[in-house]
């Protein structure tokens, strides 16, 4: 009916069919951060000077496949991950609602989020689990100089 929250399990489906657009947008910045995060200092110069530049000589030496390293392990952390973000996102916002807050007010979207944050990290099942995307593709530009 129309005016009423959706159920809980259409939150959390249409949670979990965000993943792959999310993964897909976010695993080329995930590669960045990784590459900027790890890189080495030779004779006092840094590899790359910036997020753009990193971009841009990874996609020069590698081609647009070597943006999408650890797309796999991200998906999967996010498949699980984020049905539990939306659905705690969505409980969260109607119990604040239902105890008297105004939908309107500030502190129902920021405790909600919170609360969402919170769950998606704890969803998703072992820090190991977070970490594999990082892992994969720290693994595949070890070797680079």
Known sequence: PKGEPLPLWRVAIAGQMTAPIYTFLMTPMEVVKVKLQTQQ???GKKEFTGPINCFAKTFAAH???AL????TPMMMSR???LPFYFGSYHTAKQA???HGFSES???VPMCSGVAAGITFWFSTVSYTHLTLPTKRI???YEGEG
């Not at 999408?68 to 797309?71: A, D, R, T």
């Open 68 to 71: 999408f390293v650890g797309y």
């Open 96 to 98: 604040m609602i239902g």
């Open 63 to 65: 081609g647009t496949s």
């Open 79 to 81: 498949v699980v991950g």
């Open 138 to 140: 720290v693994e595949i």
């Open 105 to 107: 007010s500030i502190a």
């Open 41 to 43: 200092t030779i004779n």
